[in-house]
């Protein structure tokens, strides 16, 4: 059965101290700000607007946390890198992000979305850099792929993977292409994430 499918929304919070209970596994998505973050995971639930919620006008900064059916959460975390905020707004989003990343003890992995035409920003090496230390996987989702010639998405991908493989810790940083308009990479990105928490897809 889909992992993400019939995900149910759970709560929202503003800060690390209203962090719910760690009563199972956690997979965060995370990605620059337009990367095709909520449409990603609205894909991988077969759910239109489940991640709407994260889009709603004064909730963009929260940690939406979603119940999948496996009993484990997804935790969409505020996109990164939009400029049109204030830098003290930006600069909170930067302090729950990093706490939550990096001291959720519960946290299985991180699943990384970048548009596939301008993937590993700076800013994306930065979230590397806070998670990688970890030990846990990134897996990183290439949206939007099919903007992209076969062969220009293939090219990507392959200089994505070769970048990754130099970084410190490499072996457990994964890629791929996706598409939420055509759907592609939907049961890759499931096996990846069902390994990380022992469900079979």
């Known amino acids: ?66 119940r999948l059916q496996c009993g484990a959460r997804l935790v969409d ?4 890198g939009y400029a049109a905020v204030p830098e003290k707004i930006r600069r909170e989003w930067q302090g729950l992000i990093e706490e939550y990343l990096c001291t959720r003890e519960n946290l299985a992995g991180l699943v990384l979305m970048m548009d596939a035409r301008h993937p590993l920003t700076p800013l994306d090496w930065q979230m590397i850099g806070w998670f990688a230390p970890s030990g846990r996987p990134i897996h990183i989702l290439l949206t939007k792929s099919d903007k992209l010639s076969r062969g220009a998405a293939a090219t990507a991908l392959n200089q994505v993977r070769g970048a990754l493989k130099q970084y410190r810790g490499g072996e457990r940083l994964t890629a791929q292409l996706f598409s939420s308009l055509t759907k592609t990479g939907t049961e890759e990105c499931e096996r990846v994430v069902g390994e990380w928490l022992g469900v079979e897809t």
Do not use: C, W
């Open 1 to 66: 059965m889909p992992i993400f499918r019939h995900a149910q929304f759970e709560t929202s919070i503003a800060k690390p101290s209203a962090l719910p209970l760690p009563d199972g596994p956690e997979i965060a998505f995370a990605g620059r700000s337009n990367a095709g973050k909520s449409s990603a995971i609205n894909t991988l639930a077969d759910h239109t607007r489940l991640a709407y919620v994260s889009k709603t006008p004064g909730r963009t900064q929260l940690l939406n946390f979603f």
């Open 77 to 80: 975390l505020p996109g990164y």
